[in-house]
C-alpha cells in the first residue's frame, strides 16, 4: 500500500541505553552529595578537635599562671629573690665565691627557708596536676674553661641540694622528713656553665631552680618510693 506510513518506534538500542545513563547521572549526583556530607563531617570534627586543644592550652597556661603566682606572692618575703617566666633567681642569696662551689651558712639557711615554699606548691592541687620537676641550675662566670665552668656549675648545684637535704647544725632549722622526701622526688640537678651570663661576674656565679611543667596529656613520672631514716641525713 503506497503512501501507508508507519508509527515511529525508537530503536531497541535507545531504549537499552537510556536507563543506563539516567541511572548513571543519579549515581554521580548521590556520590557527589555524600563526598559533600562526608566533608562536612570531617571539618567538623577538625575544627572541634583544634577547640578542644585550644580550651585545654588556655586552660593549662591558666593554671601554671596561678601556681607561679603563689611563688611570687611567696618571694615577697624573700628580699633578693626574683622570679623571670617560671625560673626562680636567688640573686644575693644564693652566690658563689670564685671558683668555689661553697655556700655559707646563712645562704643555706635561706634556701632551707624559700624551698618549702615551692613544696608547697608542688602538693598543691594545680602543682600535682602541671609540675613536673625542678631543675637546679648552677652558673659560672665566662673565665677558665668550658669543661671546667660545667664541672663546677654541676659542683653548685649539687651544693644547693646539700644544703636543702644534709641535716643541718642542731641550732638551725631543717626541712621536714616529708619535704625532704619530695626534693629527692622532684628536683634533678643541672650545669649550666657559662651559657646565660648576667652583667657582672659575680652575678654569674648563682644558683636558679627551673620548673617544669607538664604538657597536656603527659603524666609526671613515678618515681621509686625512697625509704629515709630520720638521721638518713
Known amino acids: ?91 644575693d642569696q644564693a652566690r658563689f665565691d670564685t671558683d668555689s662551689n661553697r655556700l655559707t651558712r646563712e645562704q643555706a639557711q635561706h634556701l632551707r627557708a624559700f624551698v618549702p615554699s615551692v613544696l608547697k606548691i608542688a602538693r598543691d592541687p594545680l602543682g600535682k596536676k602541671w609540675l613536673k620537676r625542678v631543675v637546679v641550675e648552677g652558673y659560672a662566670d665566662q673565665r677558665g674553661t668550658y669543661l671546667h665552668n660545667l664541672d663546677l656549675s654541676m659542683q653548685r648545684s649539687e651544693r644547693v641540694l646539700y644544703a636543702l637535704l644534709a641535716m643541718p647544725e642542731p641550732e638551725e632549722k631543717s626541712l621536714s622528713l616529708e619535704d625532704r622526701l619530695l626534693i629527692e622526688q622532684l628536683f634533678l640537678v643541672g650545669g649550666a656553665s657559662f651559657n646565660s651570663l648576667k652583667k657582672t661576674l659575680e652575678e654569674s656565679r648563682r644558683i636558679e631552680l627551673k620548673l617544669e611543667f607538664l604538657e597536656i596529656g603527659e603524666t609526671r613520672p613515678m618515681a621509686p618510693p625512697i625509704q629515709l631514716a630520720a638521721d638518713h641525713y
Not at 537499552?16 to 557527589?32: C, Q, V, Y
Open 1 to 91: 500500500m503506497l503512501g501507508l506510513r508507519l508509527p515511529y518506534r525508537p530503536s531497541t538500542r535507545d531504549d537499552a541505553e537510556k536507563p543506563f545513563w539516567i541511572s548513571f547521572s543519579d549515581m554521580m549526583t548521590a556520590l557527589m552529595v555524600l563526598f559533600l556530607v562526608v566533608m562536612t563531617v570531617t571539618l567538623l570534627a577538625v575544627t572541634h578537635t583544634i577547640s578542644q586543644t585550644e580550651r585545654m592550652k588556655t586552660q593549662r597556661d591558666a593554671e601554671i599562671n596561678k601556681l607561679m603566682a603563689k611563688i611570687r606572692e611567696a618571694s615577697q618575703d624573700f628580699p633578693g629573690i626574683t622570679l623571670k617566666g617560671n625560673t626562680i633567681d636567688f640573686g
